[in-house]
C-alpha cells in the first residue's frame, strides 16, 4: 500500500484500515498486516491485502490467512497473492504482469470491473509479456527454439539445454544447461562471464581429475583466445 501513497492526489489510498460506503454498498479496506476480526462489522465487501485460506500460491495451497467460509454474506477481492483466482466468494485479482519464469503463463492477465448494483464483476484481459520456459534435447529442438526465440522480441525466454552446445542466439535469452550422464545430473546456468559457467561446469561434473588444476588450464586457454 506504500508504493500506492504517491498517487493520493488522485486516487483514494487507505493506510489504515476504513470501512466506507459506495453505491449503498460497505465496502472494509484491510490493508496488509490488519487483522480482520478487529475491523470486520458484516460490510457488503472487503478489499484486502492477505492470504486467503485454500488459495493456490505457487505450487502450494495456503494453509493459513483468512477462511472466507467463515463470512458467506461477505465479498473478498485480494490482491496479495500474484495467480489471478476466482473463489466462491472471493476474487483474487492477481499481480497485473507476468513477474518471473515461475508464473503461470495460461493464467491471462488483466483487471477486473465490478457491479456493485448486480453483484457480479467482468474479467477484462489485456497482454502481457510472458516468461516462457523452452527445453532442447537435441540440435533439431535447439534450432527450432532459436528461431522462435529471435522472431520474438515482445516475450522472455528460457531455453534449457540438456546436452552440450554452444549457444549462438542473438536475443538477450536466459539460458540454463541441465547436464545428464550415466554417473552425473546437475543444473548449469550460463551467465555473461564465460570463465563462471566454466568453473560452474567443472565443479559440478564428477571427473576424478584435479577440479583447480583444470580449472586453471581452462581459464588461461580461454584468456589466450
Known amino acids: 500500500q506504500y508504493s500506492l501513497k504517491p498517487f493520493k492526489a488522485i486516487m483514494s489510498v487507505y493506510l489504515k484500515p476504513k470501512t466506507v460506503t459506495l453505491d449503498g ?53 485480494n490482491g496479495h497473492l500474484h495467480l489471478r483466482q476466482e473463489m466462491e466468494n472471493c476474487l483474487i485479482v492477481g499481480s497485473p504482469i507476468y513477474k518471473d519464469f515461475g508464473d503461470n503463463i495460461n493464467v491471462e492477465k488483466g483487471f477486473y470491473v465490478l457491479d456493485t448494483n448486480k453483484n457480479k464483476y467482468e474479467f477484462i484481459p489485456y497482454k502481457s509479456p510472458k516468461y516462457i520456459t523452452i527445453k532442447a534435447n537435441n540440435d533439431k529442438e535447439y534450432l527450432s527454439a532459436k528461431a ?8 522472455y525466454y528460457r531455453l534449457e539445454l540438456t546436452y552440450n552446445k554452444m549457444v549462438d542466439i542473438t536475443n538477450n535469452v536466459d539460458i540454463k544447461y541441465n547436464i545428464k550422464t550415466d554417473d552425473n545430473n546437475f543444473d548449469l546456468k550460463l551467465t555473461t562471464d564465460i570463465n563462471s559457467t566454466i568453473n560452474d561446469y567443472i565443479n559440478k ?6 577440479k583447480d588444476k583444470l580449472k586453471s588450464i581452462v581459464n588461461k586457454y580461454m584468456k589466450e583466445i
Open 25 to 77: 454498498k460497505s465496502f472494509l479496506f484491510l490493508p496488509f498486516g490488519f487483522n480482520l476480526e478487529d475491523y470486520y462489522t458484516t460490510q457488503d465487501y472487503v478489499i484486502c491485502h492477505a492470504e486467503i485460506k485454500n488459495a493456490k500460491y505457487g505450487n502450494k495451497i495456503c494453509e493459513d490467512g483468512i477462511n472466507i467460509s467463515k463470512y458467506p454474506n461477505t465479498f473478498f477481492i
Open 205 to 210: 561434473s564428477n571427473t576424478e581429475l584435479n
Open 148 to 155: 522462435l526465440i529471435e522472431e520474438d522480441t515482445y516475450n
